[in-house]
């Protein structure tokens, strides 16, 4: 621009001998020096002409760089945001879950920390994003101001421009003062006119150029307004976020404090049942150890009356034997024994059996039922009837079957006793 500005002072010198020499002054430098200055100001203003398109080609390349980046940066914020508070919802149903499940609560809570580390870790990593989605709007807003200055830049030229236009436009009109007195000179600026024409084509796509410029400008003010727009967003989840976290610590810490209730309640009634255990079982000991025993008595029991009743059948017996040749003898031999038995001792005087009670007959099947290994053929049948009529349950048994079962025995004496 300063080599142009520089060449349009040179062409101004030579307009301005041109008009002295019409006007009888001193002679200008020749015609030929004069035809060189202007190329030499079309060729400068050519070359500053496509270093401004260079400059704007490199502008939109780097506004296009930093736009993707950008809105890729944007995108993964957002999908890892949305992650995020999947992430914090699954803890917050987790925490919820701790309250109603005391039996896994240590479990849960140690998935609810790990879900809280992962949500801090991801939190810091979307602060990191966040810094770097920052960072990527300051470059945008400097290269805003790049761009800005660059605008301002290729305005200002444009005003050099139209100036050099200006300062054209009276130089033509001082050569056409000339004119009658510079041919060559006309021509030369003839020449000059219909490149500066081109200029001017030129200097319009310029125009137009620097107009799409500041509409990409705008485009680029509109992201970074929109960027800023979901950088404020994302820092209010941020604070959601962060409340939201908050809740699951402290709903975390009371189910820490339930779960550490609930242990020592755990532990307390353990301690409890542990004890009650003990005392069960040695009462279930004793208890055992009791109804042995009392199974021992029982069959103690019926072994004697067992035995009481063979002592007594056979004392029948020899009774019955004794007294059958006393009947066969006559009269003095009946009043013999009956003196005899009146004269015995008392110790010898057996007594005759008592007749036992009958039992009823839904009693004894409901025994007979419970009594093992005693089979259904005509014994057992023989043996129900001997209980109904009330014989001793080992009595019945030896008569019936030959021996006693003693596991039947002890049934039998539970259910219906020693005798009836």
């Given at each position: 621009?300063?080599?142009?500005?520089?060449?349009?002072?040179?062409?101004?010198?030579?307009?301005?001998?041109?008009?002295?020499?019409?006007?009888?002054?001193?002679?200008?430098?020749?015609?030929?020096?004069?035809?060189?200055?202007?190329?030499?100001?079309?060729?400068?203003?050519?070359?500053?002409?496509?270093?401004?398109?260079?400059?704007?080609?490199?502008?939109?390349?780097?506004?296009?760089?930093?736009?993707?980046?950008?809105?890729?940066?944007?995108?993964?914020?957002?999908?890892?945001?949305?992650?995020?508070?999947?992430?914090?919802?699954?803890?917050?149903?987790?925490?919820?879950?701790?309250?109603?499940?005391?039996?896994?609560?240590?479990?849960?809570?140690?998935?609810?920390?790990?879900?809280?580390?992962?949500?801090?870790?991801?939190?810091?990593?979307?602060?990191?994003?966040?810094?770097?989605?920052?960072?990527?709007?300051?470059?945008?807003?400097?290269?805003?101001?790049?761009?800005?200055?660059?605008?301002?830049?290729?305005?200002?030229?444009?005003?050099?421009?139209?100036?050099?236009?200006?300062?054209?436009?009276?130089?033509?009109?001082?050569?056409?003062?000339?004119?009658?007195?510079?041919?060559?000179?006309?021509?030369?600026?003839?020449?000059?006119?219909?490149?500066?024409?081109?200029?001017?084509?030129?200097?319009?796509?310029?125009?137009?150029?620097?107009?799409?410029?500041?509409?990409?400008?705008?485009?680029?003010?509109?992201?970074?307004?929109?960027?800023?727009?979901?950088?404020?967003?994302?820092?209010?989840?941020?604070?959601?976020?962060?409340?939201?976290?908050?809740?699951?610590?402290?709903?975390?810490?009371?189910?820490?404090?339930?779960?550490?209730?609930l242990r020592q309640g755990l532990e307390d009634?353990?301690?409890?049942?542990?004890?009650?255990?003990?005392?069960?079982?040695d009462a279930e000991r004793r208890q055992a150890?009791a109804e042995q025993g009392f199974a021992e008595?029982?069959?103690?029991?019926?072994?004697?009356?067992?035995?009481?009743?063979?002592?007594?059948?056979?004392?029948?017996?020899?009774?019955?034997?004794?007294?059958?040749?006393?009947?066969?003898?006559?009269?003095?031999?009946?009043?013999?024994?009956?003196?005899?038995?009146?004269?015995?001792?008392?110790?010898?005087?057996?007594?005759?059996?008592?007749?036992?009670?009958?039992?009823?007959?839904?009693?004894?099947?409901?025994?007979?039922?419970?009594?093992?290994?005693?089979?259904?053929?005509?014994?057992?049948?023989?043996?129900?009837?001997?209980?109904?009529?009330?014989?001793?349950?080992?009595?019945?048994?030896?008569?019936?079957?030959?021996?006693?079962?003693?596991?039947?025995?002890?049934?039998?004496?539970?259910?219906?006793?020693?005798?009836?």
């Open positions: 621009m300063a080599r142009l500005l520089a060449a349009s002072g040179i062409w101004a010198i030579m307009a301005g001998a041109a008009l002295g020499q019409s006007a009888g002054g001193p002679v200008d430098p020749p015609a030929q020096e004069r035809a060189n200055a202007l190329r030499e100001i079309i060729l400068l203003m050519e070359e500053e002409a496509a270093g401004l398109r260079s400059q704007i080609e490199d502008m939109r390349a780097e506004l296009a760089t930093g736009q993707a980046p950008a809105a890729a940066a944007a995108a993964r914020d957002a999908a890892e945001l949305a992650e995020l508070r999947r992430q914090l919802e699954a803890a917050r149903a987790e925490t919820r879950a701790i309250e109603g499940k005391a039996a896994a609560a240590q479990l849960q809570a140690r998935a609810a920390s790990d879900a809280q580390a992962r949500s801090q870790q991801e939190l810091a990593e979307l602060r990191a994003r966040l810094a770097r989605a920052e960072a990527a709007r300051q470059d945008a807003e400097r290269m805003g101001t790049d761009l800005t200055a660059r605008l301002e830049s290729a305005q200002q030229e444009l005003a050099t421009l139209r100036t050099a236009e200006d300062q054209r436009v009276r130089n033509q009109a001082a050569l056409s003062d000339a004119e009658a007195s510079l041919t060559e000179l006309r021509r030369q600026i003839d020449g000059a006119e219909a490149e500066l024409a081109g200029l001017s084509e030129r200097k319009t796509g310029l125009e137009q150029q620097a107009a799409a410029l500041g509409e990409t400008l705008g485009a680029t003010q509109q992201q970074l307004s929109d960027l800023t727009a979901q950088r404020d967003a994302a820092r209010e989840e941020i604070a959601a976020l962060e409340a939201r976290r908050t809740e699951a610590e402290a709903a975390l810490a009371q189910a820490q404090q339930r779960e550490a209730e009634a353990t301690t409890r049942q542990t004890a009650a255990e003990a005392a069960a079982l150890e008595a029982q069959e103690l029991r019926a072994i004697a009356e067992a035995a009481l009743a063979e002592t007594t059948a056979e004392v029948e017996r020899a009774t019955a034997a004794r007294n059958a040749p006393r009947q066969e003898a006559g009269p003095d031999a009946a009043e013999e024994q009956q003196a005899d038995a009146g004269a015995a001792p008392p110790g010898d005087t057996i007594a005759a059996a008592p007749q036992q009670p009958q039992r009823p007959a839904a009693t004894v099947d409901a025994a007979l039922a419970r009594a093992p290994a005693l089979g259904s053929g005509p014994q057992r049948a023989e043996l129900r009837q001997r209980l109904i009529e009330g014989q001793c349950p080992a009595e019945a048994l030896r008569a019936a079957y030959g021996q006693v079962n003693r596991q039947s025995l002890r049934v039998l004496v539970a259910e219906l006793g020693a005798c009836g």
